[in-house]
């Protein structure tokens, strides 16, 4: 009975994101991320190989609009749910003033081409090949959707996707676009 309980303590920390290493495993254990609203009031800028099409996308390009940033992989099955909000949003606001990057951070790029070509998003897609942009926007859930105002800040931070998340996500959204102040750190 103590085996199975700690067999099952184990199986309870795996699956909640922990990690474990065994006494002569030299592998460094990766700590978790940082909270995603420390992320508020950075700026953020990749330039990733985009899925959607041809070429690379840079979002210092997409300055002027508000952009979402939706980070998602292709197990993630809330993502399957977000893309399509987050599609219909940006074009019930309009493409002229928001923006949704899609940003793919399947480690084999055809995972992420099956997704994009599964759900079929409204808003450009890209792959983060290197794993650059996951290291320096470290998220720990997926979908994990970052706003990013008109210079490039980002404003706010969204975890996970429910019913509810559009309308907050609009709300905010609809904030930004009256408002054009804008500090980095």
Known sequence: MKRDSR?????????LGGGCASAGDTTKVTPPSPPPESFV??????EADRLDQAGTLR?????GKVVLVDMFAS???????AVPAWGALRERLGADRVEVVGVAVDGDRDLALEFVSEVAPRFPTVWDRTGDIQRRYPVDNMPTLFMVDQAGIVRFVHVGFMADAP?????RVLELLTTRASTAR
Do not use: Q, S, Y
């Open 7 to 15: 067999v099952l303590f184990g199986a309870i920390v795996v699956l």
């Open 41 to 46: 009031g950075w700026t953020m800028d990749f």
């Open 59 to 63: 979002l210092a390009d997409l300055h």
């Open 75 to 81: 197990w993630c099955v809330p993502c399957r749910d």
């Open 167 to 171: 309308a907050e996500v609009e709300a």
